[in-house]
Structures are given as structure tokens and as C-alpha cells.
């Protein structure tokens, strides 16, 4: 399909008093083909209704250009008929009047006949015949705005523009006014823009939308695809695969958006006490059982013990929230996946590198792989017989859920995959899910199983919904789980702070790792603010039990390990055995500068200190990784380790250059 | 007994209810009137305002044949109640015409140039100010006539009202009716007849009914003033000269009701013409 309509460089100001300017939007790209629905989304004031008024000619850009058709738009035209929120129908005039008066300007070439019938013809598209005699005070807001819709398809506009069309609507109406929209674009292959702020109204009915960021100078934050096939049916849609992961996309965006605008209105202080250098801290975490450190420093006091009075803890519903939340600074520090720090220092999912640190392994252990229960009823007990009815049936796909690139679970999941012969790229197809949403996702059988720390194992099979096939204790027992991360710039800026960090939370582990605890731990981390479910879904017990009894497999608990001493340290073997598994999946590109980058993230040194500073004995033993398929990751040649791996992606090797240290303080 | 009682609540009689409508809606005004009446009957028979009661007016020879005899005509000055007052409305009917055709306009050009709003403004609000009776010197002065000073008088008090809100309605078209003439691109006389005028009706005729009700007020003003013209107002004045105080009163209900009645045609008009 060509374009039809090309926004190109858009820019608009607006003069404030003081001879100030405001600039509304910025840099507004996008082309739009013959035949597309698009919806442009936002906070209110981002622009979108100007963007939209732009298109329509009503006002000009200050700089860049619209383009309709080949033809520069400098004044507004039938050609863009806009449907308004308040539908700007003439009261005084009948609702045939106010279709006549329209059809009657704009197609005065047309033989009288024609028109009339024109007219009545789109009476009957919006199915308002009875009421064509009536003045616009008598109708309802959804008749009314289907008159509008009458008048602006009965000129047949190359471009319909719609300003927040069902804003005034109730509910009900809403829905039906969408359908029939949805209907007539459809049967009429009508291109639209339309300005909303509901997200499954945008979702519903467009091909894409636009999220726009937040003034001044807004832009297109992200343009999604909706390919949900049409026709789409408003209560079916909802059905399909992936309409709540384009809604939860879009919601996603706009909370981003949102709180940018509260972090860009407050006034970033740094409060430095007690020697330290900066004491209020905001910390993010994912609730998950592994946040079980985080909670605990914060409610038993041992960040204050430390000198960090000022800390509050972000809770984040997914670990992208998290990425986003260390890249732009709304967040001091964080609950990490093992795999993040490497990840984001090595510019994983095509962004820029960012060196992040971590000086603290927070958990080990406590994840866990679930197939969906009907796999269970058809005797997959084991990886082979996974692998044996995958390969069975090559034709079905089937889906994983993992919770973020970066994270164990998504790299023990391959890994164990792959050493059963499974080649977790073409056998089957992995997507990210946040963790709490897992089990619904099982249920809804939207995919087949999936990788995640506790307590969402456990839950499904408690539901019965799903099983654990393999605890990660059969896969890499001792494995890093959560690690604590935080930029490097704010490491150098924070020195001392970030030590009291590393200490309170390390003393914070000790307290979880005790058995004693636990009960206290599993009431705690079940309130609103943490993990905000049923207690009896969260257990914490002895970390090295060979868990996965076939016999009675829907009871099976991967236990995290809090506290180990040396264990607790950041590994560089570890994070290297990260960085090789994520270059075989192609994630990121494997560093030629692989030692610096290693040495960069694991920041033993804080580690050592804090430990030495709480009397902790944190002497150990060199030792290589041991994994389940008898092969073992000394961390001597990485190179010749990625070889010798059978399955696996293009692995590429690049040099990735970070930003230069800066020199610690 | 149980019987009548359950009949009654069954089917109560029709009459009822009729009434009840009526009770509420008719009953106060005339109790309201009576009560008036009385009142100033009474005043006036204890001697506390040295004013003719109803009952004196109805008693009195003079003003009882002026009562009854509404169309006698004996010379231009002496004619009955109902001749005066349709001449009086006949200079009002011209002045106000005239005063209404060149109000809108002026408020049309007014209200769409915000250049000749800031030119004109000043000089409206100003004049605006003025009472009727201060323009009656002046209307003598410069016309030297008494019909045609009549007619300036009405003219200049009811045209402001009519000019300003018919301004205020052409400025006040709401931004979507505009929109949606840009976007069909109306041409402009299309845009004047199909949306600036109904849009703007509403404010005009506000104008228009204010405008009413000051013209009659300046007619009678300007009669009292002018001798010699025929009308409502030279009436009450010679009356006022002769000391007959009881045909002051019954021209003064003529007034009234004339005015009332005005008031009403404009809002009937209105809502028939301006509904939304």
C-alpha cells in the first residue's frame, strides 16, 4: 500500500507571555498508508490533539511539513473531515440538515439527486433514519456523534480524522459506536487518525498506534503493530494471543511516561549524612519471593542501621521497568536477574551500553521450569520425553514464557533445553512475560510453560494449572538468582554509600537465610506492598533439598538460598558463563574485551569491604561451575567454551566499548 | 362508610384535579393583585398617601369614561386611551425597528473585526450611559422637531442593548462551528446565513427584548417632554398639568400592560425563532 499521508519533521510552538516560546512537539515522524487505522495515544497536553489538528489543516506546523497525497496541507479541507469530541453538530439545524449542509457545500457539482441520495444513504450507514427530522438537542451523545460520523464519510475524505470521537460517551455505547466505526472503515477502506486516551479502544480498533511522550517536546515515544487480524469483534478480541500484551505494551508507556513527568517535577536532591554520600535512595524490585532481602533491610531496619534513613523501595511489575528505571536515573539501585548488569554493560535488546555494576549476589536458587498440566497427563515426566513429543509434533508451536532476556530463568530454560537436544530458537518460540502474570498466562493457554522464580512455580501447581518439570537445582544447583545492581557512574559518585548498601542488605540475607525467620519473612513479604498474595504461597526452606519427586510432582518448591557467606559474593566466573550464554543465543555480541568487561560489572572489592566491616567470612574456593549435563565452565577460555557448545545462535564477536571509567574517589 | 372511602380512593373525581393544577398556578396572581388593591384602597381612604384609591378611580366621571370608552376620538389631543397608546407604540414601532436593523449590523461588524471593536467600543459603552431623558434637549436641539426628536430618542435608548449582545453573540461562536466551516470551507456568505447568524440569533434576541422594554420606557419620557404630539405620555403629562390625578392612574395601567404585553411578543418571537 503507498502512503498517503507523510508527517514529516513536524515541529509546533506555541509564543508564551515574555516573548518565550513553548515547544509543543518536536521531530514528529510518520507516514501513514492508504487504508490504515492509526491511533495516536498519550497523556493529556503531549500534543496529540495538535498533531491531529496539524493533519486537518486547522493549524500549521511551525516548522516541517504535512503531506497528503503529494500535496502540502496549509489549510483545512473536506478532504481531512474531522469527527470532534463534541461532535460540532449546527443546533439549529436538523440532522439531516447538518449532512445536507456539508454534502451541499462540498459536492455542489453533484446533480441534485445525487446529493440526496448521498445524504440519505449515510442517514442509513449510521442507522439514523428515525431520527433524521430531529434537531441535534434531541439526541443522545452516541446519536450525536454518529451524525458527525454521517457528515464527515459522506463527503468521502481521503483521510478521516477522529479528536477523542467517543471521550463523552457512556461505556455501552462507546462499544457499539466502535463497532460500527470499526465496520464502516472496514467495508469502506477508510484511512483514519484518531486521538484517544483509551488504550483498548486503540488497540480494538487500529492497525497501529502511536505513543506519543510527554510535552514539552513531545515526540513518538514507540509505534506498535497491531496485527490482530479483521474483522475484529470487540468481545472477541480480547481473546486473541496477544491483545494484552499490545495493551500492557502501551500501559507500560504511558506509566514510563507518567512517571518521567513526576521525576522530571521533583526537585532531585542528593541528601548526604552520617559520612555517607547520599542517604535517600529509591530501590527497585519485582515481587517475587527474591525480593525477600530488599523487604526485609527496609521493615527490620537495616538500611537505617547503616546511615541510609531516606530509603524507599519502587516496586516495578516487570524487570523492563527496571532496565528503564537505572537507564534514566528515577532509580538509585535495584534487584537485578543475574544475567541484567552483563547484559545492559553489553547494550543487550539494541541499546546503548550502559555500564552497570553489581557488588552483591542477593539470592541463589529458587527458580523453576512449569509445563502446563496437560503435558504431565500425556507423561512428559522428563526432558527427553519433552524432547521426544516436541520433535513429535515439529508442526505445533509452542511457547515459553521467560521473564526478561537477561534473567536466569531465561538462560537456565535455554540451556536446559538445548542439553536435551531442543534448540530453544526453532523448536520453539520464547516470550517475555512479567513474572506475576505467568500463571494466568498458563491458563489461558496463551503459552505452554515457562521459567520463573518462586513463588509462581509453585502457584500454578498449587492451582493445579501447571507442574514443575525441573527445579533449578537439577539443572545448576547454586546458581546466581537476583543480584543487586547499580550504574557505574553511581558507583563511582556514591562510594561509601554504596558500601552501606551492600552491607545492610548482605546483613539483611544473613536475617533471611536464617530458618528462624522464615515464618516472620513469608507474612511479611505476602503484604500489599511487596508480593500482595496468599501467604500460603510463599515458602522459604532448606535451599539444598534435591527438590522434583515424580511421585508427587505438584508439590515441588525451588527454595532461594539468602545467605552463604562467600556465596553471596559477586562471581566474575559466574557473570562470565552469563556473558558466554547470552552471546550463544545472539542476545548480545561476545566482547573481545571480555576481561575488562568482567572485571568492570563485578565489583568485588565493595563486596569484600562490607563483608569484612560485618565480620563475615567470606573465604572460599576457586571452583568451576558445575551443570547438569556433565559439563563443567572454568572460565578460563570462554572462546573455546562457546565452540564447543553444540546448539546454538550466530554467535558474533565485537569489540564493545564503554564509556571510560571514571576515576574513583 | 368503608365503602365510600374505597370508591373515592379509587376513582377520584376529575374536578379535583383540575382544580389542584389551577390552585397553584392562578390563584396566587389574583390573590396577589386583590391584596394590592385593597391595600392602596386602604391607604388611600385613611388619608396616609394623598393619592386616589381604586375605588376613587373607578368613581370618578372623568377617568370612568376614559375607562369605557377606549376609541373616542374628538380632536388629535383628545381622543381615547387605546388611540394614544397605538400612536405612542407607532413612533415606538419605527424607532425601535430602525434601531434593531442597525443595531445588528453594526454589532455583526462589531463583533467579527476586533478592529473596529477596539474603535468602537469606548464610544458605545459611553453612550450607553446616557438616559433617555438626557437625550431629549439634545434630540430638540438638532432636529428642532418633536416627531422626528421622538423617534431619535427610542432610537438611540434601545439600540444599545441590541448592538453589544449581537456583538457578544458573533464573537462568542463557539470554536467547533468555525472549525467545521473551515473544514467544509464555507464561503463566506454561506458561512454568515448558515452559521454566524443561528449561532449568534440567541444574543440577538436577548438584545431585542431588552431593547423593547427600554424603547416604551423612553417613549413616554420623550412624550412628557415634547408638547403638542399625540401619545400615552403628552397624555399623562396634560393630565398632570389639569391636576386629574385618577386618568394619570388609568394611563399608568395602560403603560403597564402595553409594556407587559411587549415583553411577552418579544419572548414568544424568541422562543420561536431562537430555540435551541
Same mark, same amino acid.
Given at each position: 500500500m503507498s502512503t498517503l499521508l507523510r508527517v514529516n519533521q513536524v515541529e509546533k510552538t506555541f509564543p508564551l507571555p515574555g516573548g518565550k516560546t513553548y515547544v509543543a512537539l518536536k521531530d514528529i515522524d510518520l507516514e501513514i498508508r492508504t487504508g490504515e487505522f492509526i491511533a495516536l495515544i498519550g497523556h493529556s497536553g503531549c500534543g496529540k490533539s495538535t498533531l491531529l489538528s496539524m493533519v486537518a489543516g486547522l493549524t500549521l506546523p511551525t516548522g516541517g511539513v504535512v503531506i497528503l497525497d503529494g500535496k502540502t496541507i496549509t489549510a483545512p479541507g473536506p478532504d481531512r473531515m474531522v469527527v470532534f469530541q463534541n461532535y460540532s453538530l449546527l443546533p439549529w439545524l436538523t440532522v439531516r440538515q447538518?449532512?445536507?449542509?456539508?454534502?451541499?457545500?462540498?459536492? *455542489?457539482?453533484?446533480? *441534485?439527486?445525487?446529493?440526496?441520495?448521498?445524504?440519505?444513504?449515510?442517514?442509513?450507514?449510521? =442507522?439514523?433514519?428515525?431520527?433524521?427530522? *430531529?434537531?441535534?438537542?434531541?439526541?443522545?451523545? =452516541?446519536?450525536?456523534?454518529?451524525?458527525?460520523?454521517?457528515?464527515? /464519510?459522506?463527503?468521502?475524505?481521503?483521510?478521516? /480524522?477522529?479528536?477523542?470521537?467517543? =471521550?463523552? /460517551? $457512556?461505556?455501552?455505547?462507546?462499544?457499539?459506536?466502535?463497532?460500527?466505526?470499526? *465496520?464502516?472503515?472496514? $467495508?469502506h477502506q477508510i484511512t483514519a487518525v484518531m486521538v484517544t486516551h483509551d488504550v483498548d479502544e486503540a488497540v480494538l480498533l487500529s492497525d497501529r498506534v502511536v505513543m506519543l511522550t510527554n510535552g514539552p517536546e513531545a515526540s513518538i515515544g514507540g509505534i506498535l503493530s497491531i496485527d490482530i487480524p479483521r474483522p475484529r469483534q470487540r468481545l472477541e478480541v480480547v481473546n486473541h494471543p496477544s491483545y494484552y500484551s499490545f495493551r500492557s505494551e502501551i500501559i507500560y508507556f504511558l506509566n514510563q511516561q507518567k512517571r518521567l513527568k513526576k521525576l522530571r517535577g521533583r526537585q532531585v536532591h542528593v541528601v548526604a549524612r552520617h559520612g555517607l554520600e547520599k542517604i535517600n535512595l529509591e530501590i527497585g524490585f519485582v515481587p517475587l519471593t527474591a525480593c525477600a532481602p530488599l523487604m526485609v533491610a527496609k521493615e527490620k531496619g537495616f538500611f537505617a542501621k547503616h546511615g541510609l534513613e531516606e530509603v524507599s523501595l519502587v516496586r516495578e511489575s516487570n524487570w523492563r521497568g527496571i532496565c528503564d528505571g537505572i537507564r534514566n536515573g528515577s532509580l538509585d539501585a535495584a534487584q537485578m536477574p543475574a544475567g541484567m548488569p552483563m547484559w545492559m554493560s553489553l547494550g543487550g535488546g539494541e541499546t546503548q551500553p550502559i555500564p552497570i555494576v553489581t557488588a552483591l549476589t542477593l539470592t541463589r536458587n529458587g527458580n523453576g521450569i512449569t509445563l502446563a498440566k496437560r503435558f504431565y497427563e500425556q507423561g512428559i515426566h522428563t526432558l527427553a520425553d519433552l524432547r521426544r513429543y516436541l520433535l513429535d509434533a515439529p508442526s505445533e508451536q509452542h511457547t515459553f514464557g521467560v521473564v526478561h532476556p537477561s534473567s536466569m530463568h531465561s538462560l537456565l530454560l535455554q540451556y536446559w533445553l538445548a542439553a536435551g537436544g531442543i534448540n530453544p530458537q526453532q523448536d520453539v518460540s520464547l516470550k517475555g512475560i512479567p513474572p506475576a502474570q505467568m500463571?494466568?498466562? /498458563?491458563?489461558?493457554?496463551s503459552i505452554d510453560g515457562y521459567c520463573v522464580g518462586e513463588p509462581w512455580n509453585f502457584r500454578a501447581a498449587m492451582e493445579g494449572i501447571g507442574y514443575t518439570i525441573a527445579t533449578d537445582l537439577e539443572i545448576w544447583p547454586g546458581h546466581p538468582g537476583k543480584v543487586l545492581g547499580v550504574r557505574e557512574d553511581w558507583a563511582n559518585a556514591y562510594p561509601n554509600t554504596h558500601i552501606a548498601l551492600v552491607k545492610a542488605l548482605l546483613e539483611a540475607c544473613r536475617y533471611c537465610g536464617d530458618p528462624d525467620h522464615h515464618e516472620e519473612i513469608r507474612h511479611l513479604l505476602a503484604q500489599r506492598a511487596y508480593l500482595s498474595t496468599s501467604v500460603d504461597y510463599i515458602h522459604l526452606g532448606d535451599p539444598n533439598q534435591l527438590a522434583c519427586e515424580l511421585a508427587m510432582p505438584m508439590r515441588e518448591y525451588a527454595h532461594h538460598q539468602f545467605f552463604a557467606g562467600a556465596g553471596n559474593r559477586p562471581s566474575r566466573t559466574e557473570h562470565l558463563w552469563i556473558m558466554t550464554q547470552m552471546a550463544r543465543w545472539g542476545e548480545v555480541p561476545f566482547p573481545r574485551n571480555w576481561v575488562e568487561i568482567v572485571e568492570r560489572v563485578c565489583r568485588v572489592g565493595v563486596f569484600s569491604t562490607a563483608a569484612r566491616e560485618l565480620g563475615i567470612d567470606i573465604s572460599y574456593e576457586r571452583a568451576p561451575i558445575q551443570l547438569f549435563d556433565g559439563s563443567s565452565f572454568h572460565g578460563q577460555d570462554p572462546f573455546a567454551y562457546l565452540q564447543s557448545l553444540t546448539v546454538k545462535h550466530d554467535v558474533y564477536v565485537a569489540e564493545v566499548v564503554l564509556p571510560s571509567r571514571v576515576a574513583m574517589s | 362508610m368503608t365503602t365510600t372511602l374505597s370508591s373515592s380512593s379509587v376513582t377520584p373525581p376529575k374536578s379535583r384535579i383540575d382544580w389542584s393544577q389551577y390552585r397553584d398556578q392562578v390563584l396566587p396572581p389574583i390573590i396577589g393583585v386583590i391584596g394590592f388593591l385593597v391595600i392602596w384602597q386602604i391607604l388611600a381612604s385613611s388619608g396616609i398617601i394623598r393619592l386616589p384609591g381604586p375605588l376613587d378611580v373607578w368613581n370618578d366621571e372623568r377617568s370612568r369614561y376614559l375607562i369605557l370608552n377606549p376609541f373616542y376620538y374628538n380632536s388629535p389631543l383628545d381622543q381615547g386611551l387605546f388611540r394614544q397608546t397605538m400612536a405612542s407604540l407607532q413612533r415606538v414601532a419605527i424607532g425601535y425597528c430602525s434601531a434593531g436593523l442597525v443595531g445588528i449590523a453594526l454589532g455583526i461588524a462589531v463583533g467579527s473585526s476586533l478592529w473596529l471593536n477596539r474603535a468602537l467600543d469606548p464610544l458605545f459603552q459611553f453612550l450607553r450611559m446616557v438616559a433617555p431623558l438626557a437625550w431629549v434637549p439634545i434630540a430638540l436641539a438638532a432636529l428642532q422637531q418633536n416627531e422626528p426628536a421622538a423617534l431619535f430618542v427610542i432610537f438611540i435608548t434601545s439600540i444599545w442593548p441590541v448592538l453589544i449582545n449581537t456583538a457578544v453573540g458573533v464573537r462568542q461562536i463557539p470554536e467547533d462551528y468555525i472549525n467545521v466551516a473551515r473544514v467544509l470551507k464555507l464561503s463566506r456568505i454561506d458561512f454568515f446565513f448558515k452559521v454566524l447568524l443561528p449561532s449568534a440569533l440567541p444574543y440577538i434576541f436577548t438584545g431585542l427584548r431588552i431593547g423593547i422594554g427600554l424603547a416604551w420606557l423612553a417613549i413616554i419620557a420623550a412624550e412628557i417632554v415634547m408638547s403638542g404630539v399625540p401619545g400615552i405620555g403628552f397624555f399623562i403629562w396634560d393630565a398632570y398639568q389639569q391636576n386629574y390625578v385618577t386618568e394619570i392612574i388609568v394611563a399608568v395601567v395602560y403603560i403597564g400592560s402595553v409594556g407587559l404585553i411587549l415583553d411577552r411578543l418579544m419572548a414568544l418571537l424568541q422562543n420561536k425563532i431562537a430555540r435551541r
Open positions: 447538518n449532512i445536507a449542509l456539508a454534502v451541499d457545500t462540498v459536492c *455542489k457539482d453533484y446533480p *441534485k439527486e445525487q446529493r440526496q441520495q448521498i445524504i440519505e444513504s449515510h442517514l442509513d450507514l449510521v =442507522g439514523l433514519r428515525a431520527a433524521a427530522d *430531529k434537531p441535534p438537542a434531541q439526541l443522545s451523545g =452516541g446519536m450525536k456523534q454518529r451524525v458527525a460520523i454521517a457528515r464527515a /464519510l459522506a463527503l468521502r475524505p481521503q483521510v478521516l /480524522l477522529l479528536d477523542e470521537p467517543f =471521550g463523552a /460517551l $457512556d461505556a455501552l455505547t462507546r462499544g457499539n459506536l466502535q463497532e460500527q466505526l470499526m *465496520k464502516i472503515c472496514q $467495508d500463571v494466568a498466562n /498458563l491458563q489461558a493457554g | -
